[in-house]
């Protein structure tokens, strides 16, 4: 990709209008639940997610409509607005989840954020983490049966927007730079690289929450049958193919992320192949 394309009027135009082309339209309230036996739902009542998801999803939902509202550029706003348009549905979806399958969440206030740039950025940052990781686990949980496959085609689209949600994030940070004097750009490398630091801990937090919560004693000894036929590397390599696939359908001239599969493959380098991998 030639080096004046990041930032130019024509890179805007394909980040917007790749976004909002790719939009599918469908409301909430008409998804059709599947039926589940009370072993499926209890399976799934007993993922330790449902709080921090619903929460995350609803605060996401506010802070990129915000970003939307403030953005000045007419058609950065409209995919920006648009995908807080997305974002918005993911809560409304998930609060009808747990509705529909009696998973209880504590009710909670969600603020608009003062910085909506900032929280923006943050934001992106943070799906680029989440998705990484949720599109391995998405797609174990389809081949493995862990869920049934019903609830897995539902989610297809969500999946498949949180694709699109990253990338519009990587060439929106890009254009952003790129627009900038030079003497404005190291500043903005450093926010960057803050709020990708900041992500990291957080996830890092929630995971270390997981670990401890008393739920997460269910879901392991509910998934080890499902799921423990697959080492941490098939993990790893299985959320770059994923993660790859989700990507490959969206013009190769955009940005794709790049920090959370490099850190990805460095971890394969330093894990042990299975000896049957070794041999072949």
Known sequence: MPGHFIGSPQHKELLCRFFIDSHAPFEPAALEWPELDEAARAKLASLPIWKEAVRTEAE??????AMGQAESDPLLAEAISLQGYEESRHAQILKLL??????????FDAAKPRQPDWA????????CFDSFFA???FALAGRSGFFPPALVDLFEPIMQEEGRHILFHVNWVAYRQARLPYAGRPGYVFRRALAMWLQAVSRLKTALKVKTASAQDNFTMNAHGSLADITPREFVELCLRENERRLAPYDPRLLRPAFVPAVARAVLAAMPRSPAAARA
């Open 60 to 65: 996401t939902a506010l802070a990129v409509a």
């Open 98 to 107: 747990t509705s529909r399958y009696g998973i209880s969440v504590p009710d």
């Open 120 to 127: 923006f950025m943050r934001i992106g940052y943070g799906e």
């Open 135 to 137: 599109f391995g686990l």
